[in-house]
């Protein structure tokens, strides 16, 4: 990609920063930085590796750990002013050659389940597998999640909150900059499978990985003590964000809105998710089996 290239890009991504990031103010100095920058990019570089240092420079002046710039090799459609990635980029990331984040299922001794989730795709690519998912670990006295390596993703962080929550419970809804509406959220009154249900114990990992909808996953059921959370604190990302067109090969990671918990009234972002047992990420699982077998010894 030559230098010219590199700058429209960026100079793009300046300009739909400005309108839509979800802090107005911070928009504004975001631009700023981006449009004299144009000394970073008078060199050719490529594709990915623009990509990569363009996201690296964009974290660095917003502190935003969401907000950067994506590349596809394939052209990113462009239809009804929805900026978006091709459905293949998305099988790529949340498909089912990751079979679409569920990366383990076990019953661990005194049936205690453990379900390691990597990765939270949308709800209309792998509901029915989250499902069958939850349904399996029904069957537990206990549970374990184990989301210490899990960056986020979509929807079926709030369908898994569902199998554990009476209906109707509140989660985290959001506000959005762009149509400046707030939107809310509850637990659904009717999912298919079984439920894990209310009232057994319920253990969920975090590590400094984990990030975004796996935070908010966590951040949920803390604030309505239906979860101990186990580990370190989190990455801090509490700002849902929509991919935004602005080269046929480049999309910018934009934050458009902010996660807001109707129970805190707040959210996780910069702070993290604050575990309940704080451990290293390495011995959140040992921690977790420990309270988990002390919870059913007592019941």
């Known amino acids: 990609m030559s230098a010219a290239e590199q700058i429209e890009i960026i100079h793009s991504a300046a300009d739909v920063i400005e309108a839509r990031y979800v802090d107005a103010l911070k928009a504004l100095d975001i631009a700023e930085a981006l449009r004299g920058s144009d000394d970073r990019w008078n060199y050719p570089r490529d594709a990915a590796d623009f990509a990569k240092d363009a996201t690296?420079?964009?974290?660095?002046?917003?502190?935003?750990?969401?907000?950067?710039?994506?590349?596809?090799?394939?052209?990113i459609?462009?239809?009804?002013?929805?900026?978006?990635?091709?459905?293949?980029?998305?099988?790529?990331?949340?498909?089912?050659?990751?079979?679409?984040?569920?990366?383990?299922?076990?019953?661990?001794?005194?049936?205690?389940?453990?379900?390691?989730?990597?990765?939270?795709?949308?709800?209309?690519?792998?509901?029915?597998?989250?499902?069958?998912?939850?349904?399996?670990?029904?069957?537990?006295?206990?549970?374990?999640?184990d989301l210490r390596n899990n960056g986020g993703g979509g929807e079926t962080a709030g369908l898994v909150a569902g199998y554990l929550l009476e209906p109707r419970r509140p989660l985290s809804g959001a506000y959005?900059?762009?149509?400046?509406?707030?939107?809310?959220?509850?637990?659904?009154?009717?999912?298919?499978?079984?439920r894990f249900g209310p009232a057994k114990p319920v253990y969920i990992l975090i590590s400094?990985?984990?990030?975004?909808?796996?935070?908010?996953?966590?951040?949920?059921?803390?604030?309505?003590?239906?979860?101990?959370?186990?580990?370190?604190?989190?990455?801090?990302?509490?700002?849902?964000?929509?991919?935004?067109?602005?080269?046929?090969?480049?999309a910018v990671d934009l934050p458009e809105g902010r996660s807001i918990n109707p129970v805190t009234g707040s959210n996780w972002q910069d702070t993290?998710?604050?575990?309940?047992?704080?451990?290293?990420?390495?011995?959140?699982?040992?921690k977790a089996l420990e309270l988990a077998h002390a919870a059913l010894r007592s019941a």
């Open 56 to 75: 690296a420079y964009l974290r660095a002046v917003s502190g935003d750990g969401h907000l950067g710039l994506s590349h596809s090799t394939v052209a």
């Open 77 to 145: 459609p462009d239809e009804h002013g929805e900026r978006a990635f091709a459905s293949s980029e998305m099988e790529r990331w949340y498909g089912p050659q990751i079979n679409h984040g569920i990366e383990r299922i076990e019953r661990l001794p005194g049936n205690i389940m453990l379900l390691d989730v990597r990765v939270f795709p949308p709800a209309s690519m792998a509901g029915d597998v989250f499902s069958a998912a939850m349904t399996v670990v029904a069957q537990g006295d206990a549970l374990i999640i």
């Open 176 to 194: 959005d900059r762009p149509t400046d509406t707030r939107t809310f959220s509850s637990s659904p009154s009717w999912l298919p499978g079984r």
């Open 208 to 250: 400094r990985k984990t990030f975004s909808a796996a935070e908010e996953l966590a951040y949920d059921l803390q604030a309505l003590k239906r979860a101990v959370v186990v580990g370190e604190v989190s990455g801090g990302g509490a700002h849902p964000f929509e991919y935004r067109r602005v080269h046929p090969h480049f």
């Open 272 to 286: 993290g998710v604050q575990p309940d047992v704080a451990v290293p990420a390495e011995h959140a699982l040992d």
